[in-house]
Structure formats: C-alpha cells, structure tokens
C-alpha cells in the first residue's frame, strides 16, 4: 500500500555527518506515529528526481531531510511537477541537518532534529513563496526557496565550498576573508523593480525569499516567507575594503540598514542587466552564471506549503524593532541619493 508521507533523505549532508543522525531520525518519526516512505539520495540532482516522482505519485506530504542544497532540489521537483498538474501538491516538511540550513531558518522551522519531527507530526502548515531565477546556466528559469546572491556573496560562496574540513559558518567567514584579498571590481550594471531602474557598480546583491545566509549573515532579516514579495540588500555603490569589513559587521546582526552603502526594498519581481558582463550569481548556492549579463528574479507566491512554526523566527526581529529597523525596506531611493 502506498505511504502517505516520502522522506528524501540526504547522507551526505553536513559534511557527511548527516548519515549518523538516520537511526535518531527514524525513530523520531516512528515514535511519533509519522508513517513513511524513505527514499536516500545517491548523486547530485537525485532529491529533485525523487521529489518529482513522489509529487506525481500523490503523497500528501514530501519529507527533505539535508541541506539548503537538498531542500532547493526538492523545491525544484516539486515546482515542475506542478506543471500541468491538477491536484494539490505534497505539503512539504523540512528536517535540517545539513550545515548552514539558512532556509529553515526562515521558513520558519525549528532548528532541532527533535523539534522539527514534532512540527510535522502537528501537521501545522502554511503558505509558503517560492522564487524564481531566469538567466545565465538557466536560460528556462531554477526555483529557488532562500535567495539569490550576486557579486561579493557568490564569490564568497564559490571560496567556502572549497573549505570542506570547515563548519559553514567558519568555512563561509574564511571565504569573506580570502575575497576581502583578492576584492573583484564591481561590474556596472542596471538594476529595474517597482517601477523604478537604478544604474550603478555594485559589488553585492542579495535577494532573498528567506532571512540569511551563510549561516551567519541576516541579509534580509525581516522577510516574510508568503507575502508575495522578495527582499532586496544592495550595495549602491562601490566599496573599500575597509567599507565590506563595516558591512560584514551589520549582516552579522542585520543592521545595514544603518549604512549609506545599502538600499534595502521589496518588489515581485527584479531584473538586473549588466552589458559588459561580470555578474557572478548563486542561488541557494548553486551557481547561475560567472559572468552573466542579464537576469530576472521573480517570486512565485504561495506555491507550496510548508509545516512551519508561524512564530519563528523572533529573536532577531525584536531585536530589530527595539531599534527601530524595522519599518519595512522601501529606503533604496534614499540610499541611492535619489538616482532612480
């Protein structure tokens, strides 16, 4: 008889240490009345695979079990299999055990093993967006769940992945450092949202569904995960050294807004050119172009739902408020000097 739920399990996850937490995990489930089909991931690619099948097969919930990698390709299988598809997609449950897990965070899922497991059980769900990226290596478009970086992020990304002996977040500070060295010249480019087009060299842009990256860096730290919208954190100018070090510093506790390097707004949907090339971009870490010339991003709202906590994140947004960072973006006007 065919399973309800799927679990899309990934043991490479964390550095491989994922596949020690399979016996903690089945026995979190099974303890708790969750009744499951397991599947385990054998390459690259194969969780996107799997979430296709799974979708197509109609089980009411798809389990991920990994990374941010492993969640974004269950995401982009389940968003092509909605192509055409006339029922409800699978809800999906997330249970992270890979290393910077930032679209848990901002999805609002519990960051324990144990925890998350429960979350699914209560079977609470909600909306969830999902973002899109045209361009580059993905002329027809890749699905996204936390967000898009380009420039200094990327690079910093492409330099951290290399560090495997490194936790994340380490591995993720080492490769700031290492581009901090090397510093890329920021590629002119035209960026064109809400109506609104602003010309510039920018050495860092984000986009982001969900709230950080890095495992560290709160790029968009008051994102909401189903309001139709993708937050944006840009660099409007360019940077010193000295100047990306002040910014790591904000990232850190999500206070760039404070700078007047930083435009920060929201919109459905950005379009980014640069005629001579040299955009560098990932999204959820897997790399779109590196030297791309022309991109759109969009959100898709609401098209998944997620078992999620409603009340997580909290800490940092508080924290955020009683500082009076929190009205909302809609300041890029501003921090660009009224160049729109």
């Excluded at 890979?98 to 324990?112: I, Q, S």
């Excluded at 090397?182 to 609104?196: D, F, M, Q, R, V």
């Excluded at 022309?294 to 800490?315: F, H, N």
């Excluded at 940092?316 to 009076?324: K, P, T």
């Amino acid at each position: 008889m065919s399973k309800k739920r799927a679990l899309i399990f990934n043991p490479v996850a964390g550095k491989g240490k994922a596949r020690l937490l399979l016996p903690q995990l089945r026995r979190e489930l099974d303890s708790r009345g969750i009744d499951y089909e397991l599947a385990i991931t054998e390459r690259v690619g194969h969780a996107e695979d799997l979430a296709q099948g799974f979708a197509k097969r109609g089980v009411e919930a798809l389990l991920a079990a990994g990374g941010d990698g492993t969640c974004n390709e269950v995401i982009n299988g389940l968003m092509k299999s909605a192509v055409g598809a006339a029922g409800r997609l699978p809800t999906l449950g997330i249970i992270p055990i890979g290393r910077g897990n930032d679209f848990a965070y901002g999805a609002g899922v519990p960051a324990d093993l144990s925890q998350a497991c429960a979350l699914i059980a209560e079977g609470k769900d909600g909306p969830l967006d999902i973002g899109r990226i045209s361009g580059g290596f993905f002329p027809d478009g890749r699905y996204f769940g936390n967000g898009i970086g380009i420039g200094f992020d990327t690079i910093v990304g492409l330099r951290a992945a290399k560090k495997k002996h490194m936790h994340s977040s380490l591995s993720y500070l080492s490769g700031a450092l290492d581009t901090l060295i090397a510093y890329p010249k920021a590629p002119e480019l035209t960026i064109s949202y809400n109506g609104h087009s602003l010309q510039t060299a920018s050495q860092q842009i984000s986009i982001l569904n969900g709230r950080r990256m890095g495992g560290m860096f709160y790029m968009a730290p008051l994102s909401e995960r189903a309001d139709g919208l993708l937050d944006l954190c840009m660099v409007v100018r360019p940077m010193t050294r000295r100047d990306m070090i002040s910014l790591i510093l904000h990232y850190l506790k999500g206070t760039q807004r404070r700078s007047a390097l930083i435009a920060t707004d929201r919109a459905p949907y950005f379009e980014i050119r640069a005629p001579r090339g040299g955009l560098v971009c990932h999204a959820d870490g897997e790399t779109v172009c590196t030297d791309g010339t022309s991109l759109r991003i969009e959100c898709v709202p609401a098209a998944l739902r997620i078992y999620s906590d409603m009340s997580l994140p909290t800490v940092l947004a508080s924290a955020l408020e009683a500082e009076g960072l929190s009205s909302g973006a809609e300041d890029a006007q501003a921090a660009a000097g009224g160049a729109f």
